[in-house]
């Protein structure tokens, strides 16, 4: 009797102990899920297509080293269609179907908005994919974003402090009647009345103008020092090629500022020396040295190439990768996987990023912005490999980057 | 096809129940999201069927009614933070007012010119809302959901049994309409206008009628979006893919009983849900039109029709 009881016990402790070794197996052998929703079509897909690239070779990286936590992972996507309509049914599916351990939110603005009260109630971590001022409203303490600015006049404060300096006293504005165009002038505003310029020349314009000819004779007409523009990819090139037929006059010696698109490989090459002289935001010109930049521009190129997509990729890809090194900090520095953990980390400490150091304000969004203002110079027409040169975007700000001078007036800087 | 009035409600009743017990057992909220877009749907397509299907106007407006429910719902909630019901409630007045005003404006045009009408509808009211900065303009405006009510323990769920309690009356109404004079009436300006005219069919009064009856169900659809999304901005509440697939699921059912649009639309909302999630969101919309051009031409009766002539072919080969 004696005998079958202790059989008994080894053979419960040896169940046990299998039992136990099979769930920390199952743990430990299990990926780490991150979710993205990102747009493969519609209206954003250009950026989200290579977003998605970048945040590919992250994990292609990481699991290269080992994973995290001894863990590979993984990267689950779905087609937002660039739609704020399917962002929820998405997320909620990478929640509750995939059960994903992380999140990151899909690219640009308005397919993220939608995403901001699901992670609020449901007290979720989410790293921000280039979008503007979406925790404005819900004000989601587990939010930050990848993108160098904060407020709307984090984009435009290189252009006006340049015009400040050239002596400015007037402004035309001319915005796209559109959601991201309408915040960026609006913050234009702010800093055009800070500097006490006189507004000579506004002009809202619907989304589907094609021909820009009237409005570029008509600020011509209003002979102003500065000419802020906040338009989407199409309109940027449409003004470009406007303000080429007809000129803007002497007076302006500025000329740019929110023009969407003049970052995207494929319209920098179709405008080629058109663009010379204008003075634009960006987010990443060659000449700005971070450690390992510049060999992630060599995979990705490459990768680009195989999925084409944009084969440079500077505006938005480094700031994918860098969401994913961020990740991979805060997870490796924590050993968790805990969202409320993982935030705390992201909150307090500096994030070390192919983009440069990265530290977080309250709101989400980067403590000091650094959204650059570059002037185009002596572009030529129809050759990539020139914007992978130093030189052909001088930034002038902000002073911790700066590689130039700005050439004024507008018309000396375009010959 | 034989209809009985008892059938339809406890049918409705079960629906009703499956419903309310689902919200309560089943914990996952995916579901509930996936569903609540493929009932919206079934609304949306009951509605357009009422003057697409039974009177034979082709209504590419579908989004414009739609779009001006979230939004109407959207300005209740910044205003006076009205709740859904209500929201719900305004959101049909208007649609029906406007289905009404738009009725009167177009439905004089016949045919193709009725349909091109119709998508001008969607362009004025959306560039109208671009222009409203009181409810976001161009931007969009986010909206934050208020605590869900009880017996709820998710908003999500009581947006769901909300649109199926949506989907219900509008399928009632669709029915009720069409087995009455009303639905008698639309069906002879179908076949024939100048005929239904000439024997004393108030065609202008009862296409108005159906016009304001479809806006007002369209708009009603529409006005849980903002609380669903948390956001609504122009472009995707105005979006033509409303109008295309509230026009395909009826076709792909079959116009011709209240079931069609039913069918066509728990058949093609699953279809366009599955494959977003499954195999690739631009197929998505290749789905559409392709199952459309298919039952155009292979069955331009819809799956209702095929059933009608496969009863038929049974029916035919006992006696």
Redesign the interface.
């Known amino acids: 009797m004696k005998s079958i009881r202790l059989f008994a016990a080894w053979l419960s402790a040896a169940l046990l102990m299998a039992a136990a070794t099979a769930q920390a197996q199952g743990t430990s052998g299990q990926p780490i899920k991150i979710g993205i929703g990102i747009a493969q079509t519609g209206a954003l897909s250009g950026g989200g297509k290579a977003a998605l690239v970048a945040l590919q070779l992250w994990v292609d990286d990481v699991n290269a080293k080992g994973g995290l936590l001894n863990r590979k992972v993984e990267l689950i996507s779905y087609d937002d269609q660039s739609s704020p309509a399917v962002t929820p049914g998405i997320y909620t599916k990478l929640l509750d179907i995939d059960k994903v351990d992380l999140l990151i939110a899909p690219y640009a603005t308005v397919p993220t908005a939608p995403l901001m009260p699901l992670v609020k109630q449901r007290n979720l971590l989410l790293m921000g994919n280039f979008s503007f001022q979406v925790n404005h409203t819900v004000k989601h303490d587990m939010w930050f974003n990848n993108a160098p600015w904060n407020d709307a006049s984090s984009w435009s404060d290189g252009f006006f402090s340049t015009g400040g300096r050239l002596g400015a006293t007037t402004v035309a504005f001319l915005a796209a009647d559109q959601e991201f165009a309408q915040n960026l002038a609006n913050g234009a505003r702010e800093l055009s009345k800070k500097l006490g310029l006189k507004t000579v020349y506004e002009q809202n314009y619907p989304p589907s103008t094609v021909d820009f000819s009237a409005m570029i004779r008509a600020i011509r007409a209003a002979k102003p020092d500065l000419v802020f523009v906040a338009s989407y990819p199409n309109d940027s090139a449409a003004i470009v090629r406007a303000v080429n037929e007809i000129g803007v006059g002497p007076s302006v010696k500025l000329f740019g500022g929110g023009m969407v698109g003049l970052q995207f490989t494929p319209i920098m090459e179709s405008l080629g020396s058109m663009m010379n002289g204008i003075v634009n935001y960006n987010t990443y010109v060659p000449g700005m040295d971070y450690p390992g930049i510049k060999n992630y521009f060599e995979r990705y190129s490459k990768r680009a190439i195989a999925a084409k997509v944009d084969p440079l990729g500077y505006y938005i890809t480094p700031f994918n990768y860098a969401i994913g090194q961020m990740i991979e900090q805060a997870v490796t520095a924590t050993k968790s996987l805990d969202h409320k953990v993982l935030a705390a980390y992201l909150r307090k400490n500096e994030m070390k990023t192919i983009v440069g150091p990265i530290r977080y304000g309250p709101d989400g969004e980067w403590a000091s912005p650094r959204v650059i203002t570059t002037q185009f110079r002596g572009i030529g027409d129809k050759n990539v490999d020139q914007f992978k040169l130093p030189g052909k975007q001088v930034i002038l700000s902000p002073a911790s980057v700066k590689t130039g001078e700005i050439v004024a007036p507008f018309e000396k800087a375009r010959k | 096809m034989k209809t009985n009035g008892y059938g339809f409600w406890i049918g409705s009743a079960v629906v009703l129940a499956l419903a309310c017990i689902a919200a309560a057992t089943i914990k996952?909220?995916?579901y509930f999201?996936?569903a609540y877009?493929v009932v919206q749907f079934v609304v949306l397509a009951t509605a357009w069927n009422i003057l697409g299907g039974y009177a034979g106007y082709v209504n590419f407006g579908t989004s414009a009614f739609f779009g001006v429910g979230a939004y109407i719902a959207v300005m209740l909630i910044k205003w006076m933070n009205l709740p859904l019901g209500l929201q719900i409630v305004a959101a049909a007045c208007v649609g029906g007012a406007l289905g009404f005003a738009v009725g009167l404006l177009t439905l004089r045009l016949r045919g193709i010119f009725f349909s091109i009408a119709t998508v001008a509808v969607t362009i004025i009211l959306e560039?109208a809302v671009?222009?409203w900065r009181f409810v976001g303009?161009?931007?969009?405006v986010?909206?934050?959901?208020p605590p869900v009510m009880e017996p709820f323990d998710s908003y999500?769920k009581m947006l769901f049994v909300c649109a199926v309690i949506l989907a219900i009356i509008a399928v009632a109404i669709a029915r009720y309409i069409e087995t009455s004079w009303i639905g008698r009436g639309l069906r002879a300006i179908r076949d024939n206008e100048e005929a239904a005219e000439c024997t004393g069919v108030p065609t202008l009064k009862l296409k108005l009628a159906a016009c304001a009856i479809s806006g007002a169900l369209m708009s009603a659809a529409g006005a849980p979006?903002a609380m669903?999304?948390?956001?609504v901005?122009p472009?995707?509440a105005f979006?033509l893919t409303y109008s295309v697939s509230a026009l395909a699921m009826p076709i792909i059912g079959g116009t011709s009983h209240w079931i069609g649009p039913v069918i066509g639309a728990l058949l093609l909302g699953t279809v366009q849900?599955v494959v977003?999630?499954t195999i690739?969101?631009?197929l998505?919309v290749l789905v559409v039109g392709v199952l459309l051009v298919v039952f155009v031409v292979g069955a331009p009766q819809g799956i209702v029709g095929l059933f009608v002539k496969l009863r038929e072919k049974i029916k035919g080969k006992n006696i």
């Open positions: 996952n909220e995916y999201f996936a877009i560039t671009i222009n303009g161009a931007t969009g986010q909206i934050l959901r999500t979006l669903y999304q948390s956001f901005e472009a995707s979006n849900q977003t999630v690739s969101s631009e998505n």
